[in-house]
């Protein structure tokens, strides 16, 4: 299994349904040294906003989400999802738990 930290739209039930064709079960959890901004995407319809998390490195700094266990099929199917505007690292969250998570 795969730790996926979710901050944005991928802690949604209905994205989830979409992306991965069920509802998610996770946990609360954070990730220290980052912030979350706004980009803004080119879709069919127009531009939309979505978040995204910086690294700051500041301590005081914390995103909040939500921890999920993936496959790794369902890894490749939210890699899919976030597409060319995001990248996944992994971080270690509050919990101690090293996780994926998507940004910039």
């Known amino acids: 299994m795969e730790n996926l930290f979710a901050y944005g739209t991928l802690k949604?039930?209905?994205i989830q349904e979409t992306?991965?064709?069920?509802i998610l079960t996770g946990t609360p959890d954070s990730v220290t040294g980052f912030v979350t901004k706004e980009i803004k995407i080119e879709e069919e319809?127009?531009?939309?906003?979505y978040p995204i998390i910086v690294e700051t490195k500041n301590p005081e700094d914390v995103v909040s989400?939500?921890?999920?266990?993936?496959?790794?099929f369902q890894l490749q199917q939210a890699d899919t999802y976030e597409g060319m505007h995001y990248k996944r690292i992994q971080v270690k969250l509050e919990s101690n738990e090293i996780a994926w998570t998507y940004l910039r």
């Open 12 to 14: 949604d039930k209905r």
């Open 19 to 22: 992306v991965f064709g069920k």
């Open 45 to 49: 319809f127009g531009v939309t906003p």
């Open 65 to 72: 989400g939500v921890l999920y266990q993936l496959t790794e």
